[in-house]
């Protein structure tokens, strides 16, 4: 579940507990609504984390000195017999 299925699910929490006055029988609304913005609020924190994690800082890539002559003699690049 992505950030926005986490920002639903605290959204859809908040509406059932603050914003709702249904009395359903055999369900608290109050508390599924709760238990709802728990359970995003657990996720936004678990994504945060693992977006985190994935930053990975990539070094300088390396430099290489080619600057030594280059010999074009048929030989030295072993392909002469």
Same mark, same amino acid.
């Given at each position: 579940m992505g !950030? #926005?299925?986490? %920002? %639903? !699910? %605290? =959204? =859809? #929490? =908040? %509406? !059932?507990t603050f914003a709702t006055d249904w009395d359903m029988q055999g369900a608290n609304l109050d508390l599924v609504g709760i238990i709802l913005m728990i359970v995003g609020l657990i996720g936004v924190a678990t994504f945060s984390s693992i977006a985190r994690r994935r930053r990975v800082v990539v070094p300088p890539a390396q430099v290489v000195d080619d600057t030594r002559p280059h010999r074009r003699d048929g030989y030295s690049d072993g392909y002469g017999v």
């Open positions: !950030l #926005g299925g986490c %920002i %639903i !699910l %605290i =959204a =859809a #929490g =908040a %509406i !059932l």
